[in-house]
């Protein structure tokens, strides 16, 4: 995944939005071409069955993984955890929430973004990181002239 800014520039790390963690939550939960991503969901232990409950702690583990990684590169000693919470009802929208493949991509880059890919402290990243590139893929073969171009 793309860690830099065009032109070379590092980004920094941050806490991504709650908005940013339901869209991915929402649409790993609810595509179906991502059956096999929440199958490893699955085998680890989280289930994404729509529900409100699973959608709320999938998009709060997610936000604990990043916060834990701002914690680490940038907090003095001193700070915590936020101990928030990401709360998704159905009426949030975001549940039966229709997005473009670019935009899921975008907070799943985004999310990935400010995590450590090389060692990762939590099974799920490579789980997201592999989503990503899946979804990144799919994007870039659904381009207009892609099958027109010659292999090799």
């Known amino acids: 995944m ?3 800014r065009p032109g070379g520039e590092s980004m920094s790390k941050m806490v991504v939005s709650d908005a940013c963690l339901k869209r991915i939550t929402s649409f790993l939960a609810s595509d179906p071409r991502f059956d096999h991503t929440r199958r490893a969901l699955t085998e680890g232990g989280i289930d994404l069955d729509g529900s409100s409950a699973s ?3 999938f998009a709060t583990r997610l936000l604990l993984i990043n916060e834990r990684e701002y914690v680490t590169a940038y907090a003095t000693h001193n700070e915590k955890m936020s101990g928030r919470t990401v709360w998704m009802k159905y ?3 975001f549940i039966a929430w229709s ?3 670019l935009e899921a991509f975008k907070a799943m880059q985004s999310w990935l973004c400010q995590l ?3 060692e990762p402290q939590d099974w799920v990243i490579p789980v997201i990181d592999r989503a990503a590139r899946d979804l990144a893929e799919m ?3 659904a381009l207009p002239g892609y099958d027109e171009l010659p292999w090799g």
Request: charged share 35%; glycine share 6%.
């Open 91 to 93: 009426d949030d929208g």
């Open 99 to 101: 997005m473009s493949d």
């Open 139 to 141: 994007i870039i073969v």
């Open 2 to 4: 793309l860690r830099y």
């Open 116 to 118: 450590d890919l090389e």
């Open 55 to 57: 959608l709320t702690a």
